[in-house]
């Protein structure tokens, strides 16, 4: 199964993609992280991705597909988050996804999402301070990696992402839902009552 996870930034998309994988052992690929990790690399084109994120703007599609398309090719299953985002992507991206994870949020929820969360700078876990807490603080309790708050986790950036949002990705959310592949999930809840609905929709 090819499913992608879509959704506004504090969704949970990263969240409940690791659950998914933790449960049903389908390797995800999180557009957000494989171009931090460019970033972290610091090369030219790392240097050029950064320069994005940290304006909360999105990535020009052309390197957003080269480097996804490269991670997926040949895979006969995976969870994307974070991938389409952009009818341009759509487009270039021409795989056939059998289902498409819509997660509903409120912006203030949203908000406050991204306000208190702490990501694992190695395997890439999401925490929340709150509502998900790491058992030890500031640490990863998979791989007791250091976590970090992310750099357009700003306001003016987060303000950003939220408008990209509604320009760039509501179009594609249209389109799947078009192509009947939609599924829409109620995100305004806990992350168990949020998963439940979304594990269910699974049989890999
Ligand atoms: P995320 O981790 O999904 O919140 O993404 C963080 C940032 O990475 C975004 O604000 C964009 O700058 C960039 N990004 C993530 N996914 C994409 C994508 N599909 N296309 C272009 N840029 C992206």
Redesign the pocket.
Known sequence: MKIALLGP?GAGKGTFAQMLEDEFKVKRFV??DL?REEVKKKTKLGKEIKN??DN????PDEI?CNIMRRKIKGKKNYILD?????LL?VKSFKEDLDKVIYITTKNEIAISRLAGRRQCSKCHRVYHIKTNPPKEDGKCDFCKSKLYIRT?ETEEAIKQ?LENYKKETEPVIEYYKKKKILVEINGNRSIKEVYEDIRKLFKW
């Open positions: 930034p557009m957000g171009l994005y994120i909360g703007v999105l990535v957003a974070g991938f389409p985002r952009t992507q357009d992402r």
